[in-house]
């Protein structure tokens, strides 16, 4: 797979699918932006568990944290690492000796590591680099168009204010975009200083 871009259909089919989250870098301090992620996803219908061995004992929204992905102790469907490039490789290998592998492995903004998820894939786990499930779930489901953000995503509905757990519909209409000639320049401008 591109790891560069994914599209549209590819983001929507894992959120629409998965139903625990295992959060590895979950913090509980609420201006982190791993905090704000968690009780995000967990305010829309998620099963989220915080793993960090730096906060057991403690929990996140009621949620006990854990100290790693063998102390979960059940089958989770996803899990999103929030955590820099270098500490990935031993938090894919820790998944890859599940009883029961995740679907998918879900590296946060910033976070990449081709080897890594060459692992994951070649164990039939579906991988996300560089992203954050919720910009794209806001993305996706509209969201974000609320606070003046294009989401690329049409309906002539408006997607109604998310109650606690509620889901929004992922299934609107994308359409590619985003790119300018501005945009365009930027990037080579970017590549040529490199």
């Known amino acids: ?7 549209d259909s590819y983001i929507r089919e894992i959120l629409n699918t998965v139903k625990s989250i295992a959060m590895v870098g979950a913090s509980p301090v609420n201006v982190r932006p791993s905090y704000f992620a968690f009780k995000y996803l967990a305010q829309r219908g998620y099963d989220m568990i915080p793993v960090n061995p730096g906060h057991v004992g403690k929990s996140l ?3 006990p944290f854990v100290a790693s992905l063998a102390d979960i ?8 690492i929030f955590r820099n490039s270098s500490r990935i490789p031993p938090v894919v290998d820790e998944a890859l000796k599940l009883v029961t592998l995740p ?3 879900w590296m946060q903004l910033g976070a990449r590591d081709d080897e890594a998820a060459a692992k994951a894939e070649a164990a039939g786990i579906k991988v996300v680099m560089n992203r954050c499930p919720k910009i794209e779930y806001g ?4 969201e974000i168009s609320w606070m003046g953000v294009n989401s690329r995503t049409l309906s002539s509905k ?11 519909s992922l299934n609107r209409t994308s359409v590619s975009g985003g790119e300018t000639a501005a945009s365009d ?7 040529d200083l490199s």
């Open 61 to 63: 929204l009621g949620k």
């Open 103 to 105: 679907k998918v492995i």
């Open 73 to 80: 102790g059940r089958p989770v469907d996803m899990i999103d």
């Open 158 to 168: 408006r997607a109604p204010i998310p109650t606690q757990g509620m889901r929004l």
């Open 1 to 7: 797979m591109n790891h560069d871009t994914y599209p």
């Open 185 to 191: 320049r930027a990037a080579k401008d970017k590549n």
């Open 139 to 142: 993305r996706l489901s509209s």
